[in-house]
Each structure stands twice: as C-alpha cells, then as structure tokens.
C-alpha cells in the first residue's frame, strides 16, 4: 500500500480544547502516523458568533487511506467525541467540540459534494490557517 502525506487542520472551541485536540490526535495516529505538528494557535471564530475562542492546530500525517477513507474515518473521530453537526452538511456553523479538516492530500484536486482537496479557504483565506500552515511547510 502507498503512503500519502496529508496536511489536517483541528479545531475545537468546546470544553477543554488543548485536551480535545489532543485526544483527536490520538484517535487519529492509530490509523496514521503523525509526521508533525504545529504549535497550538487561539482564533477568533470564522462565519459564525460565538463568545468561545477556538484553539487550532495543523498536523502532517502519512496514511495509505483514500481520500474518501480517511474523511470517514475523521468524521467517525469528529462523531465519537461527541460532535452534533457536520457544517459541510448543515451548511451553518457552530461551536464544536472537535473538528478536523483536510487542507491538502498529496498533491491531489479532487471535488466532490463531501470533499474538496485542497482546502482553498483554509490555504488562503483564513489566517489562522495560513499561520498554522506556514509553520509545518
């Protein structure tokens, strides 16, 4: 099986979120290995109001899953942790105690209703992801 290497962003804004990220991390590297991390970085939130602050991280991972395998299996992550609602899906956002995105997967472009690789807003339009981004590349 080939390997890919595959950049996540995670976010939380629920709870304690350094421990959220952490455990997502967790759940994440008993299917992948985690190659590297960046620091932890406090955002503001972006296209919704909220008074909880986000904490955010970006990781660099190597998987033989596809890209399709590995949105479930972060979904699946996302759901156990006990996330309600999928924005990709509810097209609203909201305070979440988990949420982990694909920005980029090799050097793939794929579409799809479910997934869109790369991640074009967070490569270049929110700023916390560029931080985030530029530290680990």
Do not use: W
Not at 50 to 71: D, E, G, K, R
Not at 112 to 137: A, C, Q, T, V
Request: aromatic fraction near 6%; include cysteine; hydrophobic fraction near 40%.
């Amino acid at each position: 099986m080939s390997q890919h290497k595959v950049i996540l962003l995670l976010g939380s804004n629920i709870g304690n979120q350094k421990n959220n990220i952490d455990l997502a991390l967790s759940k994440i590297s008993e299917a992948c290995t985690i190659l590297k991390k960046s620091k932890y970085l406090t955002s503001e939130p972006v296209e919704f109001a909220s008074s909880n602050i986000f904490c955010n991280i970006a990781t660099i991972i190597s998987t033989h899953l596809s890209p399709i395998q590995l949105l479930d299996y972060v979904k699946k992550i996302e759901i156990e942790m006990g996330r309600l609602t999928d924005s990709s899906v509810s097209k609203v956002y909201t305070d979440r105690i988990i949420d982990i995105d694909i920005v980029k997967y090799d050097d793939l472009k794929f579409a799809s209703e479910r997934l869109e690789i790369p991640h074009n807003r967070h490569l270049f339009e929110r700023e916390f992801s560029r931080i985030l981004l530029k530290e680990l590349i």
